[in-house]
């Protein structure tokens, strides 16, 4: 239990205090999923304390029926949420030195609102790095919830093909595939969902606008759905026409063959600097290493961008249970891009993708408009 680990991690290091004011790190250790906005949402755990959940008053009664190892407090949007804070932690403890939060996460204000009620405590230790080891490898369930959220991404990729026709945007696309999705019970996209036509697609991180779809062009999917607070993330290039010419066919086939050769190499203990190698190098080799301009590929869990990245100059070891996504891609600037993307992790036998989309260039030819 995440919640077991991190007071074993304080016994041993000698922290009073643990401080968690990311919204995904407080669901992680508490079962409680929040949206607080601009509000106060934190975790403070204790050595040898039953730990407290601080939330806005508006969710202290969904708080209390998620978060049975927490003592639940909140607060009105009338009070200063820091002096309520305060002063439930020092009706625990009078004296605390030595706390760790979240570096990565805690702003610059929050970190003074917290110095100025706590003049004595010290701040430097950093539990980022720790959850970050903590959440890496994802148990039983972990997978189950985040192979529902593959499922439902396949399912967005269909949706989208049967709305491909000429003439339409890439916002009506993406405009019914989340329609359709909230109609079958799929409350939450896990990133803004990206449809991208012809050359726009040699944009990474294009932003969908009001091209129309002409014949014999390249549809970019970029998108994936959350399911019990996890992340999916998928993408397809599928081909909108009668016959890819022979330049889109071989920016395509290369793509794939990055894409299939590097899902083929993992295995448990291979390093990510190796597994980008195995896609790189195949781009490269053909003259298109200088088009494949980012990782292979990142780790997934609560958030749909975690540790750790799959990428050149990182050598850890990929072991069973870690998440992350596998996504070569070839960006032509002006002509073509071309990205094949599925999420998944290392068992013991390689990798297991959460999503199954198919990959040929044809996929989905039978449901296109």
Same mark, same amino acid.
């Given at each position: 239990? &995440?919640?077991? *680990?991190?007071?074993?991690?304080?016994?041993?290091?000698?922290?009073?205090?643990?401080?968690?004011? %990311?919204?995904?790190?407080?669901?992680?250790?508490?079962?409680?999923?929040?949206?607080?906005? #601009?509000?106060?949402?934190?975790?403070?755990?204790?050595?040898? +304390?039953?730990?407290?959940?601080?939330?806005?008053?508006?969710? !202290?009664?969904?708080?209390?029926?998620?978060?049975?190892?927490?003592?639940?407090?909140?607060?009105?949007?009338?009070?200063?949420?820091?002096?309520?804070?305060?002063?439930?932690?020092? #009706?625990?403890?009078?004296?605390?030195?030595?706390?760790?939060?979240?570096? %990565?996460?805690?702003?610059?204000? @929050?970190?003074?609102?917290? @110095?100025?009620?706590?003049?004595?405590?010290?701040?430097?230790?950093?539990?980022?790095?720790?959850?970050?080891?903590? @959440?890496?490898? *994802?148990?039983?369930? +972990?997978? &189950?919830?985040?192979?529902?959220?593959?499922?439902?991404?396949?399912?967005?990729?269909?949706?989208?093909?049967?709305?491909?026709?000429?003439?339409?945007?890439?916002?009506?696309?993406?405009?019914?595939?989340?329609?359709?999705? *909230? *109609?079958?019970?799929?409350?939450?996209? $896990?990133?803004?969902?990206?449809?991208?036509?012809?050359?726009?697609?040699?944009?990474?991180?294009?932003?969908?606008?009001?091209?129309?779809?002409?014949?014999?062009?390249?549809?970019?999917?970029?998108?994936?759905?959350?399911?019990?607070?996890?992340?999916? %993330?998928?993408?397809?290039?599928?081909?909108?026409?009668?016959?890819?010419?022979?330049?889109?066919?071989?920016?395509?086939?290369?793509?794939?063959?990055?894409?299939?050769?590097?899902?083929?190499?993992?295995?448990?203990?291979?390093?990510? $600097?190796?597994? %980008?190698?195995?896609?790189?190098?195949?781009?490269?080799?053909?003259?298109?290493? $200088?088009?494949?301009?980012?990782?292979?590929?990142?780790?997934?869990?609560?958030?749909?961008?975690?540790?750790?990245?799959?990428? !050149?100059? =990182? +050598?850890?070891?990929? =072991?069973?249970?870690?998440?992350? $996504?596998?996504?070569?891609?070839?960006?032509?600037?002006?002509?073509?891009?071309?990205?094949?993307?599925?999420?998944?992790?290392?068992?013991?036998?390689?990798?297991?993708?959460?999503t199954h989309t198919p990959t040929d260039i044809g996929a989905y030819s039978n449901l296109i408009g």
């Amino acid at each position: 239990m &995440a919640l077991n *680990k991190i007071i074993n991690l304080m016994k041993e290091q000698d922290i009073d205090i643990v401080f968690l004011n %990311d919204p995904k790190n407080v669901f992680y250790v508490s079962s409680y999923m929040s949206d607080p906005h #601009e509000r106060i949402l934190a975790a403070v755990l204790f050595r040898d +304390e039953k730990p407290l959940l601080f939330v806005p008053a508006l969710e !202290e009664g969904d708080a209390r029926k998620t978060a049975k190892e927490f003592d639940v407090f909140s607060y009105m949007d009338t009070q200063n949420p820091w002096d309520v804070l305060a002063a439930k932690i020092k #009706e625990r403890k009078t004296a605390l030195s030595d706390w760790s939060i979240e570096k %990565d996460f805690l702003t610059v204000e @929050r970190m003074e609102a917290l @110095r100025v009620r706590f003049p004595a405590a010290t701040f430097q230790h950093n539990i980022s790095a720790a959850l970050q080891e903590m @959440r890496l490898i *994802k148990d039983e369930q +972990e997978l &189950a919830f985040m192979k529902q959220a593959g499922f439902w991404a396949d399912e967005a990729i269909k949706i989208g093909a049967k709305t491909l026709k000429e003439g339409i945007t890439e916002m009506e696309v993406v405009a019914e595939i989340e329609y359709q999705l *909230k *109609k079958r019970g799929v409350s939450e996209m $896990s990133f803004a969902t990206m449809v991208l036509f012809g050359e726009n697609a040699a944009s990474p991180h294009g932003i969908p606008g009001d091209t129309k779809l002409k014949k014999n062009q390249f549809v970019l999917f970029d998108l994936g759905t959350m399911h019990a607070g996890y992340a999916s %993330d998928v993408t397809r290039t599928l081909f909108f026409g009668d016959k890819p010419s022979a330049h889109q066919k071989q920016i395509y086939d290369l793509v794939l063959a990055a894409h299939d050769q590097a899902m083929a190499a993992v295995q448990p203990g291979i390093k990510a $600097s190796e597994l %980008d190698a195995v896609a790189r190098t195949i781009i490269a080799d053909a003259g298109y290493g $200088s088009y494949f301009n980012h990782r292979l590929g990142h780790g997934l869990g609560q958030g749909v961008h975690e540790y750790p990245s799959i990428m !050149e100059g =990182n +050598e850890m070891n990929l =072991n069973v249970g870690m998440c992350f $996504s596998i996504e070569p891609g070839i960006y032509i600037e002006g002509d073509v891009g071309v990205r094949i993307e599925d999420c998944g992790f290392v068992n013991a036998n390689g990798f297991e993708s959460f999503t199954h989309t198919p990959t040929d260039i044809g996929a989905y030819s039978n449901l296109i408009g």
